[in-house]
């Protein structure tokens, strides 16, 4: 598959997200392995997961993605050399009955959440570690402090943030002194607002990661019908509107890195295929305008 740069490693240019396999809703164990397995198989060398993946108000099930994550890994016939997990801390889902997530950016916690992943995941050094998001009632240095520190003690080989505006990516590089690797934020047809960042990241040569780049577990099936000139150009190639939207995707800057969550084999054998899609110029630029003008 076509490769994208991470830092100082060369990724897939399409990842697998894997949040859909271990929030509510979420499938049973044989189906996710399943899925994972498909993504290897197909190429993918790039998955991202963070410890909150689990369920709300269920303390045991902290890191039930991380875990399914290394078991699949572990059960895999082909190589694992090249295959990059990149986890995250800084959200929390313990105490949250109603489905929600709670924020702790304080670095005691990121220190004690980076050890707890690398567990979990089998390893010594944890390839990408990404801030999960900003905690208001922490200092955003403060929470990059704890980066720098983890990854001078070796506990992570990358930093990433995520869910950042501009001035916190230039912040979080400058304290990294320049090893911020990426940055995952939104961003779909459906949201734009982060094409700042993306630009940003673009001029730095940083990893951008759109996170629900269909749109979301829930709207991610109606990309087409919520957006006509998507499901036009995906007609008229033979693809489905969502291949079309991460060719998109990838087509605004060699940075970009869809993560498209999957649940099922199909939907990532399906989204990998957007890595050897050529957008026309014409093409392009009627997605562009479709997208801003939705
Ligand atoms: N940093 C953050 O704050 C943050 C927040 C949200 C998500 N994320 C990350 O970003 C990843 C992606 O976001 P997301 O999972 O929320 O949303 P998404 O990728 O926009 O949509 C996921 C859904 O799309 C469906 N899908 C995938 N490929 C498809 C295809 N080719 N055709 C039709 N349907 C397809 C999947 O269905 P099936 O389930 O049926 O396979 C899945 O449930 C997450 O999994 C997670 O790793 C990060």
Same mark, same amino acid.
């Given at each position: 598959?076509?490769?994208?740069?991470?830092?100082?490693?060369?990724v897939?240019?399409?990842?697998l997200g894997?949040?859909?396999?271990?929030i !509510?809703?979420?499938?049973?164990?044989?189906?996710?392995?399943a899925? @994972?397995h498909a993504?290897l !198989?197909?190429?993918?060398?790039? @998955?991202?997961?963070?410890?909150?993946y689990?369920?709300?108000g269920?303390?045991?099930?902290?890191?039930h993605n991380e875990?399914?994550?290394?078991e699949?890994? /572990?059960?895999?016939h082909?190589?694992?050399?090249?295959?990059?997990?990149?986890?995250?801390?800084?959200?929390?889902?313990?105490?949250?009955?109603d489905?929600?997530?709670d924020?702790?950016?304080?670095p005691a916690?990121?220190k004690?959440?980076?050890?707890?992943s690398?567990?979990r995941?089998?390893?010594?050094?944890i390839?990408?570690?990404?801030?999960?998001?900003p905690?208001?009632r922490?200092?955003f240095?403060?929470?990059?402090?704890a980066?720098?520190?983890?990854?001078?003690?070796?506990? @992570?080989?990358?930093a990433?943030?995520?869910?950042?505006?501009v001035?916190? @990516?230039r912040e979080a590089n400058?304290?990294?002194d320049?090893?911020?690797?990426?940055?995952?934020?939104?961003?779909?047809?459906?949201?734009?607002?982060s094409?700042a960042?993306l !630009?940003?990241?673009?001029?730095?040569?940083?990893?951008?990661?759109?996170?629900?780049?269909?749109g979301?577990?829930t709207?991610?099936?109606a990309?087409g019908?919520?957006?006509?000139?998507?499901?036009?150009?995906?007609?008229?190639?033979?693809?489905s509107p969502?291949v079309?939207?991460?060719?998109?995707?990838?087509? /605004?800057? *060699?940075?970009?890195?869809?993560?498209p969550?999957?649940?099922?084999?199909?939907?990532?054998?399906?989204?990998?295929?957007?890595?050897?899609?050529?957008?026309?110029?014409? *093409?392009?630029?009627?997605?562009?305008a479709?997208?801003?003008s939705?």
């Amino acid at each position: 598959m076509r490769q994208r740069i991470i830092g100082d490693v060369s990724v897939s240019a399409i990842g697998l997200g894997g949040m859909p396999m271990s929030i !509510e809703g979420r499938p049973d164990r044989k189906r996710s392995i399943a899925t @994972i397995h498909a993504a290897l !198989e197909a190429g993918v060398t790039l @998955i991202d997961t963070a410890d909150a993946y689990s369920l709300g108000g269920k303390p045991d099930d902290e890191g039930h993605n991380e875990i399914l994550i290394a078991e699949a890994l /572990k059960s895999w016939h082909g190589s694992m050399d090249d295959v990059l997990v990149a986890t995250k801390g800084g959200h929390t889902r313990i105490h949250s009955t109603d489905g929600g997530w709670d924020q702790d950016g304080s670095p005691a916690h990121l220190k004690e959440a980076a050890k707890a992943s690398a567990k979990r995941l089998g390893v010594d050094a944890i390839g990408l570690y990404q801030f999960h998001r900003p905690d208001p009632r922490v200092p955003f240095a403060d929470s990059i402090g704890a980066l720098v520190e983890l990854l001078d003690e070796g506990v @992570i080989r990358m930093a990433g943030i995520s869910n950042a505006d501009v001035d916190q @990516i230039r912040e979080a590089n400058t304290i990294l002194d320049d090893r911020l690797v990426s940055v995952q934020n939104q961003f779909s047809p459906a949201f734009l607002s982060s094409t700042a960042e993306l !630009e940003l990241c673009d001029e730095m040569s940083i990893a951008f990661l759109p996170w629900s780049p269909l749109g979301g577990i829930t709207g991610a099936s109606a990309l087409g019908s919520n957006h006509a000139v998507f499901a036009e150009i995906a007609n008229a190639r033979r693809l489905s509107p969502q291949v079309v939207c991460l060719a998109w995707e990838m087509r /605004k800057s *060699e940075v970009v890195i869809p993560i498209p969550g999957a649940s099922r084999p199909q939907s990532i054998m399906d989204s990998v295929t957007a890595a050897s899609i050529k957008l026309s110029d014409d *093409e392009f630029a009627r997605l562009e305008a479709a997208a801003v003008s939705a």
